[in-house]
């Protein structure tokens, strides 16, 4: 089975620290994807990597950056915390399917972080 | 710019009973369609995959189907028990580019009551 493991399930953090989100996956998948989940706005994309050290922006990317220095791992870093970022940080992985049809994504159990 | 609706927010029904839960999207150009289960603190767990070329798939008591035409899919659970109790998503492969993004439903809420 697909193992996606985030490595903290809670974080609290204040105002203006450097905060890192760490995600680690265990089945050689070239992408990886960051996601915050809020109540009434659903999933939305933060950033995705398809190779390593290769990223591109999602939906909302202001005020993070990420890392992917290895395939298994696909960092979120957030530069410099605020409040309208306390949320659930969910991590995901796939491989590409061929002929464009995608395997399914798998999710960690997310990192629940508030920011105060 | 592709959107995706699940209706209803919320449903709850008896133990036993057949259910449907629907995904709308507006953008009939997509790779795939992907259905998601979520307990509550937790993250998401994929239920069931459709290929764009696909109709259906099924899953032991579940079975989604695909009409890209119209814009919709459904996700059919037979004999539904408490432990089905749970936020159902469905979400989309954007078929703008070939990377597995996705754009997520904000889910339908299952209750099953005993």
């Known amino acids: ?116 | 710019k592709q959107e995706v609706t699940q209706i209803p927010a919320a449903l709850s029904v008896p133990e036993g009973e057949n259910l449907v839960l629907n995904c709308s999207f507006t953008d009939s150009a997509i790779y795939n369609l992907q259905w998601f289960r979520q307990d509550p603190g937790k993250g998401l767990t994929s239920l069931l995959l459709i290929q764009s070329s696909q109709r259906e798939q099924t899953s032991g008591r579940l079975n989604a189907s695909l009409d890209k035409s119209s814009g919709r899919s459904t996700l059919y659970i037979a004999a539904s028990q408490p432990g089905d109790s749970a936020t159902y998503l469905c979400a989309v492969n954007r078929g703008s580019s070939n990377t597995g993004k996705l754009i997520f439903g904000q889910g339908t809420t299952l209750q099953v009551k005993p």
Request: hydrophobic fraction near 30%; charged fraction near 25%.
């Open chain 1, 1 to 116: 089975d697909v193992k996606v493991t985030q490595s903290s399930r809670y974080l609290v953090k204040r105002t203006g620290e450097k905060v890192f989100l760490e995600c680690v996956q265990d089945m050689d998948h070239e992408n990886m994807f960051w996601y915050r989940q809020d109540p009434g706005l659903g999933l939305r994309l933060i950033y995705f990597s398809y190779d390593v050290k290769m990223k591109e922006k999602g939906d909302i990317p202001e005020g993070y950056s990420v890392s992917r220095e290895k395939k298994e791992r696909f960092s979120l870093i957030l530069e410099s915390a605020s409040t309208n970022q306390t949320s659930m940080y969910l991590c995901a992985s796939s491989s590409p399917g061929v002929r464009g049809g995608h395997q399914p994504q798998h999710f960690g159990d997310g990192t629940r972080l508030s920011i105060l």
